[in-house]
């Protein structure tokens, strides 16, 4: 049986329940809209780049009108998120946020 339930912020804590989140990359990256595989000026989004002490890195989106700040933070600093919500495709989970602070 296949279930969908969609972004939850229960997942996105079960997920990182007990974990700390820190930065790992400097730059907020621009999520480009694609047309027939190509990528248009259009932007639909922004991404930064985490990790956890016991994860690989990963990704957290935020819609265009939630582009978060993070020029004063440095690599390694923790932080925390405001709305964060997580969703299971497959074996893989993506994350997005409304916003980003340091913890």
């Known amino acids: 049986m296949k279930t969908n339930y969609g972004c939850t912020e229960k997942l996105a804590t079960d997920l990182l329940e007990d974990l700390t989140v820190y930065l790992a990359g400097p730059n907020v990256v621009a999520q480009k809209e694609y047309i027939d595989g190509k990528a248009t000026d259009k932007i639909i989004g922004y991404q930064i780049?985490?990790?956890?002490?016991?994860?690989?890195?990963?990704?957290?989106?935020?819609a265009t009108k939630d582009k978060p700040d993070i020029s004063g933070y440095k690599i390694g600093e923790k932080l925390i998120f405001d709305g964060l919500e997580a969703i299971q495709v497959q074996n893989k989970y993506y994350f997005r946020a409304k916003s980003v602070n340091k913890l």
């Open 49 to 62: 780049w985490c990790a956890t002490d016991e994860d690989n890195p990963f990704k957290i989106k935020f």
